[in-house]
């Protein structure tokens, strides 16, 4: 059973319903091959759009892929260019405010199961490019309802805070003391290919830092590896050769074929792209750090004070927020409040065993008796209890959990 908080989830990506995959591009015409459409498709490519605007038997980019979240899931929306049900009405101001800040045409916040926080480094010249591309489409009449998130999940203002935390807006930026394919790859890998988003492990706390990590991560039951330069876990010892054949056919010889989520990644973008883009991709990985000093740096969190982290992030952070800030007049903060660090642990455990009835303009805390074991409760308090400056005694424990349970069946 996987259970991942649903901020952590969306930075490590959404992964794809195992029934979506399968969409071609190779049904896709061109158009009239003007070089700008032609440009555009190749960049779509390498945004592996097609894998989730697509759904299970549908029309490329007539939208349905369906993204599973432990809170809901979403299908992702229609981007052919029919004015009702796709992309006609947009403007490429329009589109490019989708790709560079995550905001749609309604003004709102999009959830980033769309990668936007890897598209933001795309240019306005290439977004502008898709545009042109996904705009020549055949215009398809397909209606979608993309929000199938559970209360409070499915309400865009729930992505305020995880804006703020983990999104950060701004093109890529090449460094102009490496090479022209060092920095296309660059481009590629950390821009409209969204490797990071499956391949980065999430922070205990939440954070973004991991956004240039590369280190593997756990993703809806499979295990993207480690891709950074690291000898024994990463690509160290792949050749750039190796990397690039890989991405081109999904095999190292005599060693590794994709079998999971990277067999659609290659079938529908990386297999299209040139061997020059390949190359730059791979020598890029090449030079990603074995470990970035961010991890280093911080202190290990203890075994039990992991467990606890991860507890909260599945089960509180939706509301309370990564760093226990809450939402001003929305959730409360768990961070400096008095009810949390209290002597006694009873406050926190009571509020999780029984919820909270609305009350002072809030809205009611549910209930998790019935989610959560004794041992689990008991390590969510003493996490909350110890964190973001919070300096109770970790004395929660299973035992009084269950005294607390059995009065409470009284
Ligand atoms: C991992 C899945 C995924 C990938 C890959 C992806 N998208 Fe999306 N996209 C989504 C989801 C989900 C939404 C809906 C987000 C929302 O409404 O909050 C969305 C929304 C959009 C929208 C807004 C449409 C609307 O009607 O609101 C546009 C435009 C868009 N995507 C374009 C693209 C382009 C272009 C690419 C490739 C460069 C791409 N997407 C790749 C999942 C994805
Ligand atoms: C949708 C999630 C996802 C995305 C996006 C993704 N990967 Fe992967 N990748 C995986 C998973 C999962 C595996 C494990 C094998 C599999 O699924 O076939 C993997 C395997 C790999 C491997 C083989 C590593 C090994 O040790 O065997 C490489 C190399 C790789 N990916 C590179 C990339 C690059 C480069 C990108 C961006 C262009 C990328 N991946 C994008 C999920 C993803
Ligand atoms: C669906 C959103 C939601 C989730 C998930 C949630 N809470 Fe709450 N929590 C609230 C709200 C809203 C309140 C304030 C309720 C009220 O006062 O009416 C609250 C109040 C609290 C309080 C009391 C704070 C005070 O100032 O009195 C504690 C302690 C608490 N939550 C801990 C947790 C823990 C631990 C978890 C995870 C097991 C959690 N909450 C999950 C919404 C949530």
């Not at 070089?35 to 299970?56: F, K």
């Not at 490329?60 to 052919?80: D, E, M, Q, S, V």
């Not at 791979?282 to 470990?291: F, I, N």
């Amino acid at each position: 059973m996987r259970n991942t908080g649903v901020f952590v989830l969306l930075v490590t990506g959404c992964l794809l319903d195992a029934a979506s995959a399968g969409a071609s591009a190779g049904t896709q015409s061109p158009g009239a091959a003007q070089p700008i459409e032609q440009r555009g498709e190749y960049l779509a490519t390498a945004g592996d759009c097609i894998s989730c605007h697509t759904g299970p038997g549908g029309k490329p980019f007539a939208g349905g892929g369906r993204l599973n979240t432990p809170f809901g899931y979403l299908l992702a929306p229609n981007i052919t260019p029919d004015p009702e049900t796709g992309i006609g009405g947009w403007t490429a101001d329009d589109f490019y405010r989708a790709m560079h800040e995550g905001v749609n045409r309604r003004g709102q916040d999009m959830f980033p199961c769309m990668p936007f926080v890897f598209y933001t480094r795309v240019t306005r010249d290439d977004s502008d490019a898709i545009y042109a591309y996904l705009r020549a489409l055949q215009p398809v009449r397909n209606a979608v309802d993309v929000n199938h998130l559970r209360f409070p999940f499915d309400q865009r203002w729930s992505m305020a805070g995880w804006r703020e935390l983990f999104f950060t807006e701004g093109t890529f930026k090449s460094d102009p003391t490496a090479s022209d394919s060092w920095n296309r790859g660059a481009y590629l890998v950390e821009g409209l290919g969204h490797c990071s988003a499956c391949h980065s492990p999430r922070d205990v706390a939440g954070g973004i830092e991991t956004r240039h990590e590369y280190t593997g991560a756990e993703i809806d039951g499979w295990f993207a590896p480690n891709i950074s330069s690291n000898l024994h876990v990463g690509l160290g010892s792949w050749t750039a050769d190796e990397i690039a054949t890989y991405l081109k056919t999904g095999v190292r010889k005599g060693k590794t074929t994709t079998f999971g989520p990277m067999a659609e990644v290659v079938h529908n973008s990386t297999s299209k792209l040139t061997d020059a883009d390949l190359a730059a991709m791979a020598q890029y990985l090449k030079t990603l750090p074995p470990e970035s000093p961010l991890r280093t740096a911080r202190a290990v969190p203890s075994e039990s004070q992991q467990r606890g982290a991860t507890l909260y992030l599945d089960h509180c952070a939706a509301c309370h927020q990564a760093k226990g800030r809450g939402m001003p007049g929305i959730f409360p903060p768990l961070a400096g409040n008095g009810a949390v660090i209290a002597g006694d642990p009873g406050n926190v455990l009571q509020a999780m065993l029984n919820g909270i009835p609305m009350q002072n303009g809030y809205i009611p805390m549910p209930s998790f008796a019935s989610q959560l074991r004794d041992q689990q409760n008991a390590a969510i308090a003493n996490y909350v209890r110890t964190s973001w400056g919070n300096t109770a005694v970790a004395n929660a424990s299973a035992p009084e959990v269950a005294r607390l349970r059995a009065a409470r069946a009284q």
